[in-house]
């Protein structure tokens, strides 16, 4: 609550207290920042392996994968 706040800084030596929980909580935002961008980075490499890979899949003829499925049962 605001009040809350008032009286946390609100006395001697409250201006430098608001100062260093100002610096946490940029310190806190840049590392979430910094995780998500990773995500976001991983999550782009996963979709264009995954498209790459439908891709592959679908320039395999359908003869042609009979003859890998047949290679691969054993006929």
């Given at each position: 609550m605001p009040s809350d706040l008032y009286d946390k800084y609100d006395c001697a030596g409250g201006?430098?207290?608001?100062?260093?929980d100002l610096?946490?909580?940029s310190e806190i935002a840049e590392r979430i920042n910094e995780?998500?961008?990773e995500m976001k980075q991983s999550s782009n490499k996963a979709?264009?392996?995954v498209a790459r890979?439908?891709?592959r899949?679908?320039?395999i003829s359908s003869e042609k994968m009979g003859s890998i499925m047949d290679?691969?049962?054993g006929e």
């Open positions: 201006f430098h207290k608001l100062e260093f610096a946490i909580a995780q998500t961008d979709k264009r392996a890979r439908d891709q899949r679908a320039t290679e691969w049962v």
